[in-house]
């Protein structure tokens, strides 16, 4: 897939900026930030800093799915962005790589990411 926004103030390291509110999203970062080793900036949409450095994001793109800011100014939502933070972490470029090449696997990996973000409010409900 391609960015979708491009911030006119790049951070000095990659954000990603996720729904606070959601405790699917914040498992995710928690399990993420181990792997990242500090490389990337894990920010919640709510806390309205998001809003603040990055308004070239529209709301309802921050309100969908996560999106991750890169030091260039590129911002990559979705599925895309969770790949392209996995990859700045130690060992996981491979999912990168078959997003990237792959256009079929790209399209089944926004769909499933979709999927999920559509439903996060009831995925803490399934273990109870």
Do not use: N
């Amino acid at each position: 897939m391609s960015p979708r926004a491009h911030v006119a103030v790049p951070p000095t390291k990659p954000v990603l900026v996720y729904d606070g509110d959601c405790a699917l999203c914040r498992s995710l970062v928690r399990r993420l930030q181990p792997v990242l080793g500090g490389r990337v900036d894990c920010q919640p949409a709510q806390d309205g800093d998001a809003e603040k450095r990055f308004p070239e994001i529209p709301d309802a793109s921050l309100a969908t799915s996560v999106q991750l800011v890169e030091t260039d100014g590129q911002v990559y939502a979705g599925a895309e962005a969770l790949f392209r933070t996995m990859a700045l972490g130690r060992g996981w470029r491979r999912p990168l790589r078959a997003y990237r090449c792959s256009p079929a696997f790209a399209r089944a990996a926004e769909w499933v990411y979709r999927f999920v973000a559509d439903r996060r409010t009831v995925w803490p409900r399934l273990g109870h």
